[in-house]
């Protein structure tokens, strides 16, 4: 029985490393060399900015030192895109994991 | 007080909780739609890899009293597992609320994934009674096996739209380890078994 209580070791110990690290979890698809926040434009501006220009925002938050929004475009995508909080460069669009726009 | 452990009706009502819970905050506010969306799916995978790891543990650990109060439940497990994948879909298709987009959004790989693994489920789900086991016959097994490959999508689906794969991995994996050996162990018997003939020959 020694090979499966070392598989289930194995099993219970996957588990509690990914359960023990929820920061590992945050990291998102992009990453933005962005700077101290104080330097940053702020989220509400980005958010507005987007409504004006046909955006619907569902959800906004700081992913990888960018700006990442859930919502959806002028053109009636749903999407998860992403900003750079000093530039608010649009980075990348991702409309369900596919790649609709990089810089 | 383990006694009403027993009771087989109290499982489905401790199942159904956390959609009861979803159900009430999308009525409170039909905004959090999108919020629930992804609760709702990992609720479904939780519930199908529990169902999934019945049988791997009893091949791995042997009988036990716990497994068999598992067992008598992985029916129960599978059709909540089902049930949580619609109201996946309901929440998503609300959250959309445009089936031209829903339609457009169908093509895309990380989504019809996750429509036949649904598809699966149902079939499953709706299969999951005395009845049609009967009717089936050794059809009712090899349909439940369909579970494998909705496993599978389902793991794309996740990894997919999420982007990255720890959240996926943190379900998947342990079933995987655990699948994994399985295989090895019935290989081994197997081999056991023919050294055994072999010798008595």
Known sequence: MKFSQAMMALAAATAMQFAASPAALATGKMKCDSGPQSTWKSRTDLESKLTKDGWKVKKSKVDGGCYEVYGVTPEGQNVEAYFHPVTMEKLLVSQRGKVIFKK | ?201
């Open chain 2, 1 to 201: 007080m383990l006694r009403i452990l027993k009771i087989p009706e109290l499982f489905w009502v401790v199942l159904a909780i956390p959609a009861i819970a979803m159900m009430i905050g999308f009525v409170q506010d039909p905004v959090t739609a999108f919020d629930l969306i992804h609760p709702s799916g990992e609720f479904s995978v939780r519930l199908m890899i529990v169902a999934m790891m019945v049988s791997p543990l009893r091949a791995i650990l042997g009988r036990r009293g716990w497994l068999d109060w598992l067992l008598s439940r992985r029916r129960a497990l599978g059709v909540a597992a089902c049930g949580y994948g619609v109201l996946h879909l309901a929440f998503y298709l609300y959250d959309m609320g445009d089936w031209g987009m829903i339609a457009e959004e169908a093509l895309i790989f990380s989504i019809w994934t996750g429509y036949l693994a649904l598809i699966i489920f149902i079939a499953m789900a709706l299969t999951s009674n005395n009845a049609a086991q009967r009717a089936l016959r050794a059809n009712w097994k090899r349909l439940q096996r369909l579970v494998y490959p909705a496993a599978l999508l389902i793991a794309l689906h996740w990894f997919y739209v999420d982007g990255e794969w720890k959240g996926m991995a943190v379900h998947f994996v342990p079933l995987l380890v655990l699948e994994t050996a399985r295989i090895i162990l019935m290989f081994k018997q197997r081999s056991a078994r023919r050294a055994t003939q072999a010798m008595t020959r």
